[in-house]
């Protein structure tokens, strides 16, 4: 299994209340994903990162903020937390040689 | 957001049988990868395919990469009860950072 780890795995927090999820891999791959996995929806990227303090938004960034200080961990933050927030997110890693992507256990958070 | 087509969306079949799904796209793919998930747990590698024809087993498990680059098919040989889950789908295109998603297969096992 790919080195990745994310925490918390389980989240509840109220509306309006800043939460971060984190995600930290030992494999040293260049890029880092947050996805959302919502029925219906299927997984929905919402930020990436192609190295240190590179990001760049994914398809539904809106609410979130992501920084990489670092290449083993990428943080994704939810400045004020909205019930349509509540989801299952999910960091994955890439390095874009062999294009497998993996992905970490997943964070359930829910937004009150 | 852009998914890929993925069928049968579910299915239930017999302990033994064999179980086969596709996905197929409107753009081409340099990378097809197959992915099973778990209630409650993250989506797991089962098969990562490069080349166009190309067929790659992992146990039970057997994937084909097709020859236009927009489909890829998953069979599994003789199910057994912990082959249930979701199963889906993933394209990517070379140089890019960006995969696309399948839609899921939901597999049932009866025994």
């Known amino acids: 299994d790919a080195g990745i780890t994310q925490s918390p795995r389980h989240k509840v927090t109220e509306t309006g209340t800043p939460v971060t999820l984190r995600c930290h891999q030992t494999?040293?791959?260049?890029?880092m994903y947050w996805y959302r996995q919502d029925p219906g929806h299927g997984l929905r990227l919402i930020h990436y990162?192609?190295?240190?303090?590179?990001?760049d938004k994914g398809e539904v960034s809106d609410g979130y903020s992501v920084s990489r200080s670092k290449t083993e961990d990428f943080l994704l933050t939810l400045e004020s937390a909205t019930s349509s927030q509540t989801s299952v997110y999910f960091c994955?890693?890439?390095?874009?040689?062999?294009?497998?992507?993996?992905f970490g256990p997943g964070t359930r958070l829910t937004v009150l | 957001g852009q998914q890929l087509n993925q069928s049968p969306q579910s299915m239930f079949i017999q302990e033994g049988e064999d179980v086969s799904m596709n996905c197929t796209s409107s753009?081409?793919?340099?990378?097809w990868l197959w992915y099973k998930q778990d209630p409650g747990e993250g989506p797991v590698l089962l098969i990562a395919?490069?080349?166009?024809?190309e067929l790659t087993s992992n146990g039970r498990l057997t994937a084909q990469f097709g020859i236009t680059r927009k489909d890829s098919f998953l069979n599994i040989s003789a199910s057994i009860p912990s082959d249930v889950g979701i199963y889906f789908c993933?394209?990517?295109?070379?140089?890019?950072?960006?995969?696309?998603f399948g839609t899921g297969t939901r597999l049932k096992v009866l025994a």
């Open positions: 994955a890693i890439s390095d874009l040689q062999d294009n497998e992507q993996f």
């Open positions: 395919l490069y080349k166009a024809g």
């Open positions: 990162s192609y190295g240190v303090k590179d990001t």
């Open positions: 494999e040293n791959h260049r890029y």
């Open positions: 753009s081409i793919f340099n990378t």
């Open positions: 993933a394209g990517h295109t070379s140089g890019t950072y960006k995969y696309i």
